[in-house]
C-alpha cells in the first residue's frame, strides 16, 4: 500500500480532508497515492511537516534512506 495512503488511513483521514490540507485536489491526491501522477517538491515538503516527520519523500519512492534535501536548502 502507498505510504501516503497508509498513514492517512491509520490517521483516520478522509482523502478529501488530507488533500485539503495540502492544498491539492482529491483527484490528485488519489492519483498520487495510486502512482498516477508525482507530486512536486513542494508537495513533499507540506506532507513531511503535516505528517510529523512520518511519511518522507523516501517512502514515497522507495529509497531506502530518507531524502530530505530541502532541509539543506
Known amino acids: ?21 495540502l492544498g491539492i485536489s482529491a483527484g490528485s491526491l488519489s492519483r498520487i497515492e495510486r502512482g498516477e501522477q ?19 519523500a523516501a517512502d514515497i519512492v522507495g529509497h531506502p534512506e530518507p531524502i530530505r534535501d530541502w532541509e539543506a536548502a
Open 1 to 21: 500500500m502507498n505510504a501516503i495512503r497508509q498513514w492517512r488511513k491509520a490517521a483516520h483521514i478522509t482523502q478529501d480532508d488530507l488533500a485539503q490540507k
Open 38 to 56: 508525482w507530486p512536486d517538491r513542494s508537495f513533499f515538503e507540506r506532507l513531511y511537516i503535516l505528517t510529523d516527520g512520518k511519511v518522507t
